[in-house]
T-cell receptor, first 113, second 116 residues
Framework: KAGVTQTPRYLIKTRGQQVTLSCSPI?????VSWYQQTPGQGLQFLFE???????NKGNFPGRFSGRQFSNSRSEMNVSTLELGDSALYLC????????????FGPGTRLTVT | AQTVTQSQPEMSVQEAETVTLSCTYD???????LFWYKQPPSRQMILVIR??????QNATENRFSVNFQKAAKSFSLKISDSQLGDTAMYFC?????????????FGTGTRLTIIP
């Protein structure tokens, strides 16, 4: 099976712009979670989607949003980018509620200038 | 809210030696999962091992094993016969076993270097 894929791998944006990141989960996995990784804050949970519904959301401002499509692919969007949004954004997929292991993609490295 | 603490920011050991990484957590939940993830330099996060809180037996995966002490809320990772490929950041993570709350709470990580 192919692993979790994320596109793009690298992105450079300017303050005030918006960005959309994409994640394709492992085939058969219906849950997709997003995490932000920074040197200062470490790994922080953004949100989780299951069957196109957001089930859980971390403590991030409303500029961070996401969605999941019927094929389980997920996108996250960050509007009005700030310098502090520079981070590695990780997507993870899991199979179902009874199987909790999350498998991570390679991440998207976002740099905001 | 759950918290996960990794008190060893960095560790280094000689190749073939055994190393133990520490992790403590705080929760009021009785049913949960604990994980160790490995993040090699510039590479993606890999699941190393998982432990269910209701299981008393410690999980083992080849050279990797855990020492799970539920009462002490401690979850350490032991790597036996360490190899150069074990060089990575290691993250301890917690997940409650409740519907709609399947999010990982991570510790700050331990940077492990295996010395040839």
């Amino acid at each position: 099976k192919a692993g979790v894929t994320q596109t793009p791998r690298y992105l450079i944006k300017t303050r005030g712009q918006q960005v959309t990141l994409s994640c394709s989960p492992i085939s058969g996995h219906r849950s997709v979670s997003w995490y932000q990784q920074t040197p200062g804050q470490g790994l922080q949970f953004l949100f989780e989607y299951f069957s196109e519904t957001q089930r859980n959301k971390g403590n991030f401002p409303g500029r961070f949003s996401g969605r999941q499509f019927s094929n389980s692919r997920s996108e996250m969007n960050v509007s009005t980018l700030e310098l502090g949004d520079s981070a590695l954004y990780l997507c993870a997929s899991s199979q179902e509620l009874a199987i909790p292991e999350q498998y991570f993609g390679p991440g998207t490295r976002l740099t905001v200038t | 809210a759950q918290t996960v603490t990794q008190s060893q920011p960095e560790m280094s050991v000689q190749e073939a030696e055994t190393v133990t990484l520490s992790c403590t957590y705080d929760t009021s939940e009785s049913n949960y999962y604990l994980f160790w993830y490995k993040q090699p330099p510039s590479r993606q996060m890999i699941l190393v091992i998982r432990q269910e809180a209701y299981k008393q037996q410690n999980a083992t995966e080849n050279r990797f094993s855990v020492n799970f002490q539920k009462a002490a809320k401690s979850f350490s990772l032991k790597i036996s016969d360490s190899q150069l490929g074990d060089t990575a950041m290691y993250f301890c993570a917690f997940m409650t076993h409740s519907f709609g709350n399947e999010k990982l709470t991570f510790g700050t990580g331990t940077r492990l270097t295996i010395i040839p």
